[in-house]
C-alpha cells in the first residue's frame, strides 16, 4: 500500500477529526502516510491533496502534530464541501485520475448519507478500495444505530433545553426549540425523552399545518391546565416538519386558552447544534470506526461502510465485535427507508418515542 487518502464531505460532525485522527495513526502504524483531500469531493475532483502524516527521522509516517491535537475538535480539519460538481461522471472520473496521480491505493470518506452515495458512485471510476464511515447529527444514515456527531449534538441541545427551562419556568412560558433535522427527527425524539418535554414534532410523523398547531395548542393548554399545573412547557420540532417555526407561534398565541396570560417562544437553535467539541462517545467512536476503514482498505474491501451495529448477522465482522462492514447499496436503500419511514428502525425509533412521550404526559 502506497498512500491512503482520507475525506470529509457534507455537514460536519463531531467526532469527524477523531476519525482523521484515527486513520491517520493507524495508517502509520503500517507503514503508510495520509493524505488530506481539502474540502471534500471537490478537493478531489481538484486534487487539493494535502499531508496529514509526515516521515519521521525514522523514516516511518507519523501523523502531523494538527491532527494528533486537533482530534478533539467540532468540524473538520481538511474541510468540507457539498460537492455538486460529483453528481457528473466526468468529475468522478477526474476524482480517480487525481488519486491514481498520487499513488493512493485506499480511500476514506467521512461523511452523511450524500457522502456515502458519492463513495458508492466513485467505486465504479476506481479500483481504488473506498471504505466509509458514518458521520451525520442527524443520525439518518442506514445499518449504523448511531453516527458520528449524533452524541455531541444531543449534549449540547440537552444543555440549550435546560437553559431554556430555567427562564421558561422563572416567567412560567411555552417554549418551542427548533433542532437540526432535515430528513430526520432522531435528534428531536431523543432529546426530548433526556430533557422531559412536554411534545416533540417530527418529520417521520407528518402532519398538516393545521394538525401541527392544534397538538402544539392542546399540548400548551393541558400542561398549564389545572390539572396538570406545569411551570412551564417545552416542546422539541425538527426542522424537517414542513410549517415555519414562527407560523406555529403566531397562531399557537392567537388561538391558545388559558387562565392567565401565556407567552409562547421560540428559539431556533440551527448550527450551534452541529459545531463544538466532541463528546467522549463521540472521540470513542471515531478512532473505532477509524482503525477498522484503515484494516478494511488494506485488506482490499471497497464499496462498505463500517456500522456500529450489535447483534446482527448482516455485513462482515471486523476486528471490532461492535463495528461491522456493509455494502454501500444496502446503506443507500435502508437510509432512504428511514427517511419514508418504512424502515424498521424508524418504526421501532417512533413506536418508542410514542409510549415515552405518554407517559412523560401523565
Ligand atoms: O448535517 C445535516 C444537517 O445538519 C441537516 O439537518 C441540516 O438541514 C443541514 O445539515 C444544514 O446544512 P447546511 O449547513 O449546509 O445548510
Known amino acids: 500500500m502506497t498512500a491512503l487518502a482520507v475525506l470529509t464531505a457534507g455537514g460536519d460532525a463531531p467526532g469527524m477529526n477523531a476519525a482523521i485522527r484515527s486513520v491517520t495513526k493507524v ?22 491533496f494535502r499531508p496529514l502524516s509526515r516521515r519521521n527521522k525514522a523514516g516511518n509516517p507519523a501523523p502531523l502534530h494538527e491532527v494528533e491535537s486537533q482530534g478533539g475538535q467540532g468540524g473538520t480539519i481538511p474541510g468540507s464541501s457539498r460537492s455538486k460538481r460529483f453528481f457528473e461522471r466526468e468529475s468522478r472520473v477526474a476524482a480517480a485520475r487525481q488519486l491514481a496521480e498520487y499513488s493512493i491505493t485506499g480511500l476514506v470518506v467521512i461523511g452523511g448519507n450524500g457522502s456515502m452515495v458519492g463513495a458508492h458512485a466513485l467505486t465504479a471510476e476506481t ?26 449534538a444531543l449534549n449540547t441541545i440537552v444543555e440549550a433545553c435546560d437553559n431554556i427551562s430555567d427562564t421558561a419556568r422563572s416567567h412560567h412560558r411555552a ?28 418529520p417521520e410523523r407528518p402532519h398538516t399545518k393545521e394538525e401541527v398547531i392544534d397538538s402544539v395548542v392542546k399540548c400548551i393548554e393541558t ?4 390539572a396538570r399545573d406545569k411551570t412551564r412547557v417545552l416542546i422539541i420540532k425538527a426542522e424537517g416538519v414542513p410549517v415555519p417555526t414562527h407560523e406555529i407561534i403566531e397562531e399557537a398565541t392567537r388561538r ?9 417562544r421560540a428559539t ?55 463495528i461491522r462492514l456493509f455494502d454501500l447499496e444496502d446503506v443507500i436503500a435502508e437510509t432512504e427507508a428511514l427517511h419514508d419511514g418504512s424502515s424498521s428502525v424508524a418504526i421501532d425509533r417512533i413506536e418508542r418515542m410514542e409510549a415515552i412521550q405518554g407517559v412523560l404526559a401523565l
Open 27 to 48: 495508517a502509520a502504524s503500517h507503514g503508510v502516510p495520509t493524505w488530506g483531500v481539502e474540502k471534500g469531493f471537490d478537493g478531489l475532483i481538484d486534487g487539493t
Open 127 to 152: 479500483d481504488v478500495p473506498i471504505v466509509g464511515i458514518p458521520a451525520s447529527i442527524d443520525n439518518d444514515i442506514g445499518l449504523t444505530r448511531e453516527a458520528l456527531g449524533v452524541d455531541t
Open 175 to 202: 417554549f418551542i426549540v427548533e433542532v437540526m433535522g432535515r430528513d430526520s427527527g432522531y435528534l428531536a425524539m431523543a432529546a426530548a425523552v433526556a430533557t422531559a418535554a412536554d411534545a416533540v414534532l417530527m
Open 223 to 226: 400542561s398549564f391546565g389545572a
Open 256 to 264: 391558545t386558552s388559558v387562565d392567565g396570560d401565556i407567552e409562547i
Open 268 to 322: 431556533v437553535l440551527g448550527h450551534i447544534v452541529r459545531g463544538g467539541d466532541a463528546s467522549f462517545r463521540d472521540r470513542l467512536l471515531g478512532g473505532r470506526f477509524g482503525r477498522v476503514a484503515v484494516e478494511a482498505v488494506l485488506e482490499g474491501d471497497s464499496d462498505v461502510m463500517t456500522g456500529w451495529n450489535v447483534g446482527v448477522e448482516l455485513g462482515k465482522a471486523t476486528s471490532d465485535d461492535w
